[in-house]
Nanobody
């Protein structure tokens, strides 16, 4: 069982930056691939970024490529999402998720554990 707690959301102006954190429990954190997803009002939950258990492989949605960076610190059981050049369309609840396999995936159905989410609001 893995428990995930996100933090770092908030209100930011367009072109600003935020860093989200996701703290996980468990002694085998490095065995899990981690992903960030987001859900905007009236839209489906969508993939944002994912990282392998070791941190050596990352994937990004086209909409955030070049602006967002996913990373992890396995010694701290934490995964991060650095978000730069934020746009109003990035406004959503952001969720982190853990997958019991170490290979990252963009498919939300392949993740086993989810955090409660953190709100990110980007104003014009």
């Amino acid at each position: 069982q893995v428990q995930l707690v996100e933090s770092g959301g908030g209100l930011v102006q367009a072109r600003g930056s935020l860093r989200l954190s996701c703290a996980g429990s468990g002694r085998t954190f490095s065995g899990y691939a981690m992903g960030w997803f987001r859900k905007a009002p009236g839209k489906e939950r969508e993939f944002v970024a994912a990282i392998s258990g070791s941190g050596g492989i990352t994937n990004y949605a086209d909409s955030v490529k070049g602006r967002f960076t996913i990373s992890r610190d396995n010694a701290k059981n934490t995964v991060y999402l650095e978000m730069n050049s934020l746009k109003p369309e990035d406004t959503a609840v952001y969720y982190c998720a853990a997958r019991i396999f170490s290979w990252p995936s963009a498919a939300k159905d392949e993740y086993n554990y989810w955090g409660q989410g953190t709100q990110v609001t980007v104003s014009t």
